[in-house]
């Protein structure tokens, strides 16, 4: 029985392929995709307890797809964590000025990482 269900939302395919090894290996379900413009419709299908949202996307910045949890009510109760390589202090600000719960730094470190996510899931 898995942990619980994690969304990854990262238009890099490495970054997604790693994010759900190790999450996975961790005991989580994970679903993931490319698209940010496809995160509504996931979440209301999937129903994930946390999402990983990469601000630095191309066909809609990170930063456009939280404007989307003001047209959703079901996006509202979602928790939402940015997953960036962007300076801690960019980081930050956006997480001052969104509805997201907070970020978690882009980094190598599997075990930090898995660590991170299992401290938003606990609040």
């Given at each position: 029985m898995a942990k619980g269900k994690i969304m990854v939302i990262d238009d890099d395919a490495k970054a997604l392929s790693v994010a759900k090894r190790l999450l996975e290996a961790a005991g989580y379900e994970v679903v993931t995709t490319e698209s940010p413009l496809r995160m509504p419709q996931l979440v209301q299908r999937e129903k994930p307890d946390l999402v990983l949202l990469d601000i630095e996307m191309p066909a809609l910045s990170g930063e456009h797809v939280?404007?989307?949890?003001?047209?959703?009510?079901?996006?509202?109760?979602?928790?939402?964590?940015?997953?960036?390589?962007?300076?801690?202090?960019?980081l930050q600000s956006l997480v001052e000025r969104s509805p997201a719960m907070g970020y978690i730094k882009k980094t190598g470190n599997g075990l930090t990482f898995v660590a991170q996510v299992e401290k938003f899931l606990a609040q």
């Open positions: 939280l404007d989307f949890t003001t047209l959703f009510d079901f996006l509202r109760q979602t928790r939402i964590v940015l997953h960036s390589s962007k300076s801690e202090e960019e």
